[in-house]
């Protein structure tokens, strides 16, 4: 007997901080720049600066990379105003360019998660947010690319996301699972739709999206990708 | 009898320079960049260290307009130097900002060529190359977003890129036909996977791209989307 009510056809999976680490990269840039910016703001001041011109931004720039660099940069002048030197907008540029050339490391049980679902034949789909570009070097770079039948880097995991996605892929919502590491991005919006979710926590971002809660966890949680193969057997 | 062998079931279009204005949006922010470094650099050297420095960041930056921004912010910090000033360095970042939010000019022709397509009853699918949360932006604006089944926004036009895409849309590539203004991006990789391409000639890039020319010009290269309209009839 299935663990699932229907078979599952299409399995979509989370990239970053699912199966590379990302959020530590992004972790360290920032306090590179915290550390930049430190003769001029005190690294809360520089921190919450940095956070309110990524946000205010976000419409219009997205997530990735290449949004943050800017944003940065736009954080240093404003902060330091007419002391900004052509050394500290080099600085920000150089942590974009390490965050976009730094090699991907895969989290522990990624490759044999990936490659046991894709030996169950289910198709499987990369769904990523962020910057076109970055998300194909690392998914090339992972050595996992040639496990996915479809790669779909998408600006935002909304439900409409979601739906367009299985229109094009003609799988109906009961037959679509997603595996992923963000409550808010990889599990609410798919069980809006009527798919099945599992959620693979990851130590960075767990606390910042605890607090949205309302309801993932009535989805299967698994701790570790290792159990998702476990998983597998049931699908 | 049908103009083609094979019936059409998956129509592309491309976005940028074929359905709305966009190169000329970019020669705008380059004239502004030059007069901008017109104290330190004159015209020519700004326009080519900029433009040897978009080719350098390519691969890691992708193409797109914050790409354009970042390397913009690299080659001033390069020709001036220790001059560099904020003000400088938040002129190259609205310049980027002016891209981002200018108003979608839709080319003659662009709003009936869709509509008819549409109508036709093809599945029609957005084909762009560039940024994701900007070209999502430009089809938002253009009015455009409901004629289209799906949009692919893609870091290059290349004949693999084409190829998952029909496996993909489940379409054989005999099956499907592409229309754009860009011979490398648009004709010569859809014809290279036995699909058939419409060529949309546009003003600003064709000058560039003749150069690459290596036989393009045997698909029917129509010369604006009004006659796209009348080829529909025969499709």
Redesign the interface.
């Given at each position: 007997m299935s663990f699932w009510s229907d078979p599952i056809e299409v399995l979509g999976m989370d990239g970053d901080d699912t199966l590379w680490r990302c959020q530590d990269g992004f972790d360290h840039a920032e306090s590179e720049f915290r550390a930049l910016l430190s003769p001029y703001a005190d690294a809360e001041t520089a921190d919450r600066a940095l956070n309110a011109t990524v946000r205010r931004n976000l419409?219009?720039?997205?997530y990735g990379v290449?949004?943050f660099?800017?944003s940065a940069?736009?954080t240093a002048?404003e902060l330091?105003?007419?002391a900004?030197?052509?050394q500290m907008?080099?600085r920000v540029?150089e942590l974009?360019?390490e965050l976009?050339?730094a090699p991907v490391e895969l989290l522990p049980g990624a490759s044999a998660a990936v490659g046991a679902l894709r030996a169950a034949g289910h198709r499987l789909v990369l769904i990523t947010k962020g910057?076109?570009?970055d998300q194909?070097r690392k998914l090339r770079e992972s050595g996992l690319g040639d496990h996915f039948?479809?790669v779909e880097?998408?600006?935002d995991k909304v439900a409409d996301t979601y739906r367009?996605l299985l229109?094009?892929?003609?799988c109906p919502p009961e037959r679509f699972l997603m595996v992923g590491n963000s409550p808010l991005s990889d599990v609410l919006p798919v069980v809006e739709i009527g798919s099945r979710a599992v959620y693979v926590p990851y130590h960075t971002t767990w606390r910042h999206e605890e607090a949205a809660d309302v309801g993932w966890h009535r989805h299967p949680a698994i701790r570790t990708l290792d159990n998702l193969v476990e998983l597998t057997h049931s699908l």
């Open positions: 419409d219009m720039y997205g290449k949004s660099a800017l940069i736009e002048s330091v105003g007419p900004l030197t052509t907008v080099g540029l974009g360019r976009l050339t910057d076109l570009v194909q039948d479809h880097v998408v600006s367009d229109a094009v892929l003609e």
